[in-house]
């Protein structure tokens, strides 16, 4: 599971619940801050360093994840064992206390459990499109801050995921969900599947404008 290095997140991987794949995106931001306030060269050449890495997943974009792993080994690799002995190499260099060294330090805590999407096809370099997928539930999330239940949350927590398999597949949710719900009473369990966004085929009459 891609996540970023907040501690909310570990009962998740504890007892080898699932493992975990960190984000090079929050690798990269910590650099970003810092060149942005400081105009940091040694922050300048890591955000470099990690672009290079996102070059490579544009090349590897839309490959089957044969393929993906396969670029990744032979380019990605190197680039990042390099990117990672650098950051090594920087630390001692600077200030302890400095927010570049607090930067070096998230990134290399970061790496090793970022390392494994190089040996898997299946696996991003970043978590980003689950970010952009939940961005506006984040916006909005004090209005439901509050679920009522830890039955409403779950409640929840399937609604926004039918919603944004919907936005994935093409499908406007509202449109989808309106007939989904006129018909699911009526609609034989074992051809459930049918109603599922990738197999919903919206009758004409029930376009909504």
Not at 114 to 134: C, K, M, Q, V
Not at 177 to 201: G, S
Request: glycine letters at 6%; a positive charge.
């Amino acid at each position: 599971m891609h996540a970023d290095g907040y501690a909310g997140f570990n009962g998740l991987f504890a007892d080898a619940r699932a493992s975990e794949v960190a984000c090079m995106a929050h690798i990269r931001r910590k650099f970003v801050d810092v060149q942005q306030s400081q105009g940091s060269t040694i922050a300048e050449e890591a955000i470099k360093r990690i672009a290079m890495l996102y070059g490579i997943e544009k090349e590897a974009r839309g490959r089957c994840p044969e393929e993906r792993r396969a670029l990744r080994q032979s380019k990605a690799r190197p680039a990042f064992d390099d990117l990672e002995a650098w950051l090594d190499a920087q630390l001692p260099k600077i200030s302890g206390k400095s927010p570049l060294a607090k930067a070096i330090r998230y990134g290399l805590s970061r790496m090793p459990k970022t390392r494994p999407y190089l040996d898997n096809g299946f696996l991003e370099l970043d978590n980003n499109s689950a970010e952009r997928a939940i961005k506006r539930i984040a916006i909005g999330r004090k209005n439901w801050m509050f679920a009522g239940s830890e039955r409403g949350g779950r409640a929840m927590a399937i609604a926004f995921t039918l919603i944004e398999t919907a936005s994935l597949n093409g499908i406007d949710p509202q449109n989808w969900l309106t007939d989904v719900l006129r018909r699911i009473a009526d609609h034989k369990i074992n051809r459930i599947d049918e109603l599922l966004p990738w197999n919903w085929a919206q009758p004409q009459e029930d376009v909504i404008a």
